[in-house]
């Protein structure tokens, strides 16, 4: 079936004046020269397979491609065309999730978790040493033990933070980046990339962990991990109770990733694992990844990938996202009904950090590095590598911006791109079938492919520069006045309150 999708977006001149006369508003008539834009205004949004980018630009079709996923080899052969520009931003983000649900878990009337691990596992019939999680539920008044191994219930390997750990020693960064995406990429060892602007303040942590390509030790740390917790390795391959270990790696076919998990999976079957290769699109992926419960294990690890909406000087953010179960991006998803992965302790200083709960930077920068350091310990995700997006737009052009951390995505290039004499611009992206999937941000849809067309739709009062990261008015000005971390401001008695508890102002 042959999809087709259209949106064509008006951009409209606004124009707000706002005057006040002894509290009341009145209409201002003004003389003043105007300023005529550019003749485009009119964006048509068409759907553009990836394998139909360089015919589509020949044949017209389209003046712009949004989508930065353009394959290495593409993106030199469309360089060629004098007709075109080929731009680069560091706007796409890989890495690997690992599933690290338990396989049991044992409750206990009243708060036990003071107790040493040993008497929790013989209270419980387990290991101490297969023991994941300990946690006290007051509304219950429960005390629950997690277990990534358990005699009945079979074992996941990821559910022990060392074995996860030991994956970043598997992955072959460096050839992932030469090799499969022929240069057009980075590596990655952490949420941040070198190219984020808080990334020299947490360099020294990621060099200490030397997450070079070493399977020698990954087997090291692995085989101590597994052993202790009763695994055994009989005839080169892991297995729990005489049952062998079976990982269900779920990979995206779409683009690259495909290459990038079949590397891991032949890594892991080296190290003693078996493995299901579930090749998925994107709809089955998303579906099965994050709509069914960890605790199922229709999934051990799935390749996931990230398109960034710009940079920020100082992130609040991609730690709360990448790493702490509150914010809803952690294995459970914050879904009540799933097995949800906690941490009390990353919750506590990202919400911190999220919330602009510190007194001075110096504060911000000690959360933040805790937060990593307690991230890559536990290691839920392994990252990969940052793509250095390719996107491609006629010559003739004017007016974009290739964000840093964006690309054309960004912001900014929707409202004023525009071309000499032409008030349409075609643009094209790409569009990946799903049952739910229809290009409908408002819908509720928080795909790639969804939000980067909303952005020509909605004007946030502020945003990031689209360089430096910093925050910049948008459709309203701004002025901090501060009394300081500790002090009061006076607020302005006709100032509007929101009462949370009656539900209005």
């Known amino acids: 079936m042959n999809v087709w999708q259209r949106i064509t977006i008006y951009i409209l001149p606004i124009m707000i004046l706002i005057a006040s006369v002894s509290m009341s508003l009145s209409i201002l008539q003004v003389d003043a020269q105007v300023v005529k834009g550019p003749a485009t205004d009119i964006l048509r949004i068409q759907r553009v397979p990836i394998t139909e980018v360089a015919q589509a630009f020949q044949a017209g079709r389209i003046d712009v491609y949004l989508y930065g996923g353009i394959p290495p080899a593409t993106a030199e052969v469309l360089k060629r065309d004098p007709s075109l520009r080929v731009l680069n931003a560091p706007a796409g983000l890989v890495d690997f999730i690992f599933n690290p649900a338990p396989v049991y878990i044992a409750n206990l009337s009243g708060d036990q978790t003071g107790r040493p691990l040993s008497e929790l596992a013989r209270l419980t019939g387990g290991s101490a040493d297969a023991i994941i999680n300990v946690y006290y539920d007051p509304d ?80 090291q740390i692995v085989t101590s991990a597994l052993t202790k917790a009763g695994f055994q390795k009989v005839g080169g391959v892991w297995s729990y109770g005489g049952t062998p270990i079976q990982i269900n790696f779920i ?105 602009g709960n510190f007194t001075s930077k110096e504060e911000r920068d000690s959360l933040y590095r805790k937060g990593v350091e307690l991230c890559i310990a536990e290691s839920v995700r392994a990252w990969v590598a940052t793509r250095l997006d390719n996107y491609v737009l006629r010559a003739d052009i004017r007016g974009y911006t290739n964000d840093v951390g964006a690309g054309l995505r960004g912001l900014w290039s929707l409202r004023e791109m525009n071309a000499p004499g032409k008030t349409t611009l075609n643009l094209g992206h790409l569009w990946v079938y799903t049952a739910r999937t229809v290009w409908n941000q408002v819908g509720g849809f928080q795909d790639v492919y969804s939000v980067d067309i909303m952005y020509g739709t909605w004007d946030p009062m502020t945003w990031t520069h689209p360089f430096n990261g910093l925050p910049i008015p948008f459709r309203s000005s701004f002025e901090v006045q501060t009394a300081g971390p500790t002090g009061k401001l006076d607020v302005p008695p006709d100032a509007f309150i929101w009462d949370a508890s009656r539900g209005g102002w």
Not at 251 to 279: H, S
Not at 294 to 320: N, Q, R
Request: charged share 20%; net charge negative; with cysteine.
């Open 140 to 219: 219950k008044g429960q005390t629950f033990v997690e277990y990534g191994a358990y005699p009945g219930n079979g074992a996941n390997p990821f559910a022990f933070k060392d074995a996860r750990v030991a994956m970043n020693y598997l992955i072959d960064r460096d050839n992932i980046v030469s090799t499969i995406y022929r240069g057009s990429a980075s590596p990655m060892y952490t949420f941040l990339s070198s190219y984020d602007p808080d990334f020299p303040l947490i360099s020294d942590i990621v060099l200490r962990y030397k997450f070079a390509y070493n399977p020698q030790l990954a087997e």
């Open 251 to 355: 990979i995206r076919v779409e683009d690259e990733r495909r290459d990038v998990g079949d590397q891991l999976a032949t890594a892991l079957e080296t190290l003693g694992f078996r493995v299901n290769r579930l090749y998925m699109t994107f709809g089955p992926a998303i579906d099965t990844v994050y709509g069914t419960d960890p605790a199922e294990f229709k999934w051990h690890i799935y390749t996931e990938g990230w398109g960034k909406t710009g940079i920020s000087k100082y992130d609040s953010a991609s730690i709360a996202q990448f790493c702490a179960p509150w914010f809803g991006y952690m294995p459970g998803w914050a879904e009540a009904t799933f097995w949800n992965y906690r941490n009390a302790t990353l919750d506590d200083i990202t919400e911190k950090i999220y919330s």
